[in-house]
C-alpha cells in the first residue's frame, strides 16, 4: 500500500495532470458532497449547542458556548465527520469505479494503450481528495457553527454577541490550521485506501463488494486512528 | 517479429502454462486454438506484458518483454492494439469517445482528423449512428465492434484477438472476421487470434497452435491442422466427444 501511495505521488509531481479529469473529479468528491455535508454539519451543530449548553450552564458557563462549539468542530468534529461523510459516500464509488474497471479489463485495455493507469484513476482522484476535503470541512464547521447558535442560541437564550464574540477571543490561527492540516491528510488518506482497494479488487462483483467494504472500514479506522497521531503532535 | 521461448505461468499451484514456445513471423496472422480455460487468454495477455511469467521470455521485435522499464513498454504497447474478450470498452464514455480516446491521448490530431477517423472507423465496423450512446446501451455485438474500431484506430502494428466472434451471431460473427482480413490487408500487422470459430478463421490466418495442456502441441498451416492425423488436433477440429481430449 505505502508503494502505491509513493508511486501515486511520484506521477502526481512528474506528470502534467488533466485540468478536465481533476474538475470532473472535485465535482464527484467535493461538490457532489457538499448537501450531504451541510446536513451532518448542521445536525452535529445543533447537538453541540443543545449538549454543551446544558454541560456549561451546571458551571454557569452557557457564555462559552460560542468558542466550544467553534473549537469542537474546528479541531476535531468538522475534520473527522467529514472525511468519514466523504469516505461513505465517494470513497466507496471510487473504490467500485475502479474495481469494475478492474474486472472488465478497462485498466488492461488503458494499459495497453501505453497510457498509465495511476496518471488517469488515481492520480486525478488523490489531488481532488487534498484540495476537496479542507473545502468541505469549512463548509461543515460554518454550518455546524451556525447550527449550534440555532439551538444554543435562539432556542436557549445565549445571545448572539456573547456566542460569536466569545468565539473571536478563543479561536486562534493554529487551531483553523491544525483543522486544515488534518483535512489535507484526511483527503490523501481516503483517496489512497479506497483506490488501492479497487484497483486491486478480487475477480467479480463480489470481489469488487468486498474491496468497497474493505475501503470504507479501513478508511474510517485509519481517520480515527490518524486523528489521534495529529491532535497528539498538532494541539 | 513475435517469439515466446519456453514460458512458464503458475496461478495458486495451478500450472496454466507449462514451457509455451513459438514463433510469428512479422505480417502473419496466427491462430491460437485450444480448450476453454486452459491459458490462451493468459497466454495472450504475457504477449502484451500484462502478466510476468515464471520463467521463459516474450520477445517482440528484440525486446523482452519481462525485462523492459516501464516507460519502454509504454512505447511499445504504443504498438499494439488487443481486442478483448468483452471489449473492456470505457463505461463513462461513449462509443464515439470510447475510439477517439487513444487518438486523443496518443497523437497530436486536431479534434476534426480525429473526428474524421473515428467516424470512418466506426462506419467500417458498421457501428454508426450508436456513437453518443454509453456501452451498456448497446448490444454485446456493437460492442465488441466498437471495441474492434477502438483497437484498430491508430493502426497498430501488432494485434492480438481474443475471440472476437465468440457468443455473436453467425452473420456478425462473419463480418468482423472479414474486417479483421481487410484491415489486415490494409495495416499489414502481425496478429494472434484465439478463436473457437474452426474452420470459419483459417481463412485468414497464416498458421494455427493449438494450445493443450500449457504447451503448444503444433504450430502448422491450417490446411495442414485440417488434414492432421494425430489423434488430438483432430478431434479438437471435428469437434468429437470420443478420442483422447478428456473433458472435465
Not at chain 1, 58 to 63: D, E, I, L, P, V
Not at chain 2, 197 to 206: L, S
Amino acid at each position: 500500500m505505502g508503494l502505491f501511495l509513493a508511486r501515486a505521488f511520484f506521477y502526481a509531481s512528474t506528470t502534467p495532470l488533466k485540468f478536465s479529469n481533476l474538475l470532473k473529479e472535485i465535482q464527484f468528491i467535493g461538490f457532489q458532497s457538499i448537501l450531504v455535508i451541510f446536513l451532518t454539519g448542521a445536525f452535529a451543530g445543533m447537538v453541540l449547542g443543545l449538549q454543551g449548553f446544558y454541560t456549561l450552564n451546571r458551571f454557569g458557563s452557557a457564555a462559552l458556548l460560542g468558542p466550544m462549539v467553534a473549537l469542537s468542530l474546528i479541531k476535531e468534529l468538522g475534520p473527522v465527520l467529514t472525511a468519514l461523510m466523504v469516505t461513505g459516500r465517494a470513497g466507496s464509488a471510487i473504490t467500485a469505479e475502479i474495481g469494475i474497471m478492474r474486472i472488465s479489463e478497462q485498466i488492461d485495455a488503458l494499459e495497453l494503450m501505453g497510457l498509465n493507469p495511476f496518471r488517469y484513476l488515481v492520480v486525478p482522484k488523490l489531488v481532488a481528495g487534498i484540495i476537496a476535503l479542507p473545502l468541505l470541512t469549512a463548509i461543515f464547521n460554518v454550518v455546524g457553527i451556525l447550527g449550534g447558535y440555532l439551538t444554543g442560541g435562539k432556542l436557549l437564550g445565549v445571545g448572539e454577541g456573547i456566542y460569536f464574540g466569545e468565539m473571536a477571543n478563543y479561536v486562534d490561527m493554529q487551531d483553523i490550521l491544525g483543522g486544515i492540516y488534518k483535512c489535507l491528510t484526511f483527503g490523501v488518506l481516503i483517496t489512497w485506501v479506497c483506490c488501492y482497494k479497487g484497483y486491486y479488487s478480487g475477480f467479480g462483483a463480489e470481489g469488487v463488494s468486498k474491496a468497497t467494504t474493505q475501503a470504507v472500514v479501513i478508511s474510517s479506522v485509519l481517520i480515527l486512528i490518524w486523528d489521534y497521531f495529529m491532535t497528539s503532535i498538532l494541539f | 517479429m513475435i517469439s515466446v521461448e519456453d514460458l512458464h505461468k503458475s496461478f495458486d499451484g495451478l500450472e496454466v502454462l507449462r514451457g509455451v514456445s513459438f514463433q510469428i513471423e512479422k505480417g502473419e496472422i496466427l491462430g491460437l486454438i485450444g480448450m476453454s480455460g486452459y491459458g490462451k487468454s493468459v497466454l495472450l495477455k504475457h504477449i502484451a506484458g500484462l502478466i510476468r511469467p515464471d520463467r521463459g521470455r516474450v520477445i517482440i521485435d528484440g525486446n523482452d518483454m519481462c525485462c523492459l522499464r516501464h516507460k519502454d513498454l509504454q512505447r511499445l504497447r504504443s504498438r499494439f492494439g488487443f481486442l478483448f474478450q468483452n471489449g473492456a470498452l470505457f463505461d463513462s464514455l461513449t462509443v464515439y469517445e470510447n475510439v477517439a480516446f487513444p487518438l486523443r491521448e496518443k497523437t497530436k490530431l486536431s479534434e476534426e482528423q480525429i473526428r474524421k477517423k473515428v467516424l470512418d472507423m466506426l462506419d467500417q465496423v458498421d457501428v454508426i449512428g450508436a456513437e453518443n450512446k454509453y456501452p451498456a446501451e448497446i448490444s454485446g455485438g456493437m460492442i465488441r465492434r466498437a471495441a474492434l474500431a477502438r483497437a484498430l484506430v491508430r493502426e497498430p502494428d501488432i494485434m492480438l484477438f481474443d475471440e472476437p466472434t465468440t457468443g455473436l451471431d453467425p452473420i456478425i460473427a462473419h463480418h468482423i472476421i472479414n474486417l479483421i482480413q481487410s484491415c489486415h490487408k490494409r495495416l499489414k500487422f502481425t496478429g494472434i487470434l484465439v478463436t473457437h470459430e474452426i474452420p470459419k478463421t483459417f481463412e485468414i490466418v497464416q498458421k494455427v497452435a493449438l494450445l493443450y495442456e500449457g504447451k503448444i502441441l503444433t504450430v502448422e498451416t491450417p490446411a495442414e491442422i485440417l488434414s492432421s492425423d494425430d489423434p488430438i488436433v483432430h478431434q479438437f477440429i471435428t469437434g468429437s466427444i470420443e478420442g483422447p481430449v478428456q473433458y472435465h
